[in-house]
């Protein structure tokens, strides 16, 4: 069973630029959420995608927007990048919800460099 | 808003000894909370949760955290180090609300096992 993968691996951009980041979800999940991860720092949640709809959202600007397709995948946009945009940003997915109680599972993320 | 307080950014200790990671929490109803761990350039890993069926929760790799809700707090600990241990560690708790749930995360403790 694959778990949940990320695509590129590693990105380089310069600042203005615009970038798209993909994830493939955990067999059977249907939510995909999407984090943040600056160096030295815990994920912070951006947004999450259900149904192919922004579900919820995190203290994150306009600049960043999401997709999420029938098969469940999703799709993270950034556009006009910042230096402090350069991070690395993780994907979750987790199955129907369960109260609170349910498990994210994370990929193993994508390093955006901006310069 | 929940939030997590991870109390040390970087704990040493020596093989064979005992570990412990401090997890601090705020929330106004019963929280949800979780144990990830994040080897170096890779996605997050859950060790294991608190879903409120009993305090004392065994995670994988020989972890466990006990839930002490007089004290707020949700420490991982584990009876003896392994060099492979080392490694960045988060505390995490589920906001859970009308149907979806996201993760806030401390800001992360770093493992570091010493021979």
């Known amino acids: 069973d694959a778990g949940v993968t990320q695509s590129p691996t590693h990105l380089i951009k310069t600042r203005g630029q615009q970038v798209t980041l993909r994830c493939s979800p955990k067999s059977g999940h249907d939510t995909v959420s999407w984090y943040q991860q600056a160096l030295g720092q815990g994920p912070q949640f951006i947004f999450q995608?259900?149904?192919?709809?922004?579900?919820q959202r995190g203290n994150f600007p306009d600049r960043f927007s999401g997709h999420q397709f029938p098969n469940y995948s999703s799709e993270l946009n950034v556009n006009a990048l910042l230096l402090g945009d350069s991070a690395l940003y993780l994907c979750a997915s987790s199955p129907e919800w369960s109260g609170g109680t349910d498990t994210q599972y994370f990929g193993p993320g994508t390093r955006l460099t901006v310069l | 808003a929940q939030s997590v307080t991870q109390l040390g950014s970087h704990v040493s200790v020596s093989e064979g000894a005992l570990v412990l990671l401090r997890c601090n929490y705020s929330?106004?109803?019963?929280?949800?909370l979780f144990w990830y761990v994040q080897y170096p350039n890779q996605g997050l890993q859950l060790l294991l949760k608190y879903t409120s069926a009993a305090t004392l929760v065994k995670g994988i790799n020989g972890f466990e955290a006990e839930f002490k809700k007089s004290e707020t707090s949700f420490h991982l600990t584990k009876p003896s180090a392994h060099m492979s241990d080392a490694a960045e560690y988060f505390c995490a708790v589920s906001e859970a609300n009308s149907g979806y749930s996201t993760l806030t995360f401390g800001k992360g403790t770093m493992l570091l096992v010493s021979p």
């Open positions: 995608y259900y149904e192919e709809e922004e579900r």
């Open positions: 929330s106004s109803v019963p929280p949800y």
